[in-house]
């Protein structure tokens, strides 16, 4: 059975942010899960996932969908075929981080969030890449609405530890990162690739965390040889 390719959008991400991968992979039918709008804890969402995209899988996730992937590779490890791992972190929360999200989501509470939102968009992308993508990510990120960033940012503050299970993975995994990405640095994905034998790291110039918008070209050709190499 040809895997299943199952692209994992980031927090308050969707299909928006995966446009241009689309178009691209488009011959290995590639599925953008919603899984993350619908369940309140990483692993929660793993599972979902699992359940429903029976048989083999390739996932792809996106920061916080890479830790949806990684958590899917700890609950059926026989399941994945490959793991491609976009922007993301295998570590635990930190207390300052667990600290901004806390405050973050009070005012998410309080039906605040394009004042929380609107002044931190420049901290996602290159400082060359904001001005023309700035405004097409804010309106992803305000579509999510206040519920779906509480219940996201509450299950990153609690994910687990991803660290403990990548040692014992057997499935080809990429990893990619942005080289000036300070939402997940690429000191993030060097641990990555390090805790994983048969990783590959691939690191993207000029381009910060939302690297499949800010540098799609240079993600798609990193994936295509990469996919090219697994097992169908």
Not at 141 to 157: C, F, P, S
Not at 168 to 192: K, N, T, W, Y
Not at 195 to 215: D, F, K, S, Y
């Amino acid at each position: 059975m040809i895997p299943a390719l199952i692209l994992i959008p980031g927090l308050a991400g969707d299909a928006a942010m995966w446009r241009r991968q689309l178009e691209t992979l488009a011959a290995y039918r590639p599925v953008v899960t919603d899984v993350q709008t619908r369940f309140d804890s990483i692993p929660a969402m793993a599972a979902a996932l699992i359940d429903e995209h029976p048989g083999p899988l390739v996932l792809c996730g996106a920061s916080m969908g890479g830790m949806i992937a990684m958590e899917a590779t700890r609950q059926a490890p026989a399941r994945v075929a490959g793991l491609a791992l976009l922007g993301t972190s295998a570590r635990p929360e930190t207390d300052d981080m667990r600290a901004v999200r806390e405050a973050a989501i009070a005012l998410f509470e309080e039906g605040r969030v394009a004042e929380v939102i609107e002044p931190n968009v420049q901290f996602a992308f290159h400082p060359d890449n904001a001005p023309r993508l700035a405004a097409d990510y804010l309106d992803f990120v305000l579509r999510a609405g206040a519920e779906q960033l509480i219940r996201q940012n509450r299950a990153v503050i609690a994910r687990p530890d991803a660290r403990t299970h990548l040692p014992q993975l057997r499935c080809p995994v990429l990893v990619v990162c942005g080289d000036s990405d300070v939402i997940a640095p690429p000191e993030c994905s060097r641990e990555i690739a390090q805790l994983v034998p048969q990783a590959q790291l691939e690191l993207v110039p000029q381009c910060g965390h939302m690297l499949t918008m800010e540098q799609p070209e240079a993600v798609n050709a990193a994936l295509l040889r990469w996919l090219e190499t697994l097992p169908r």
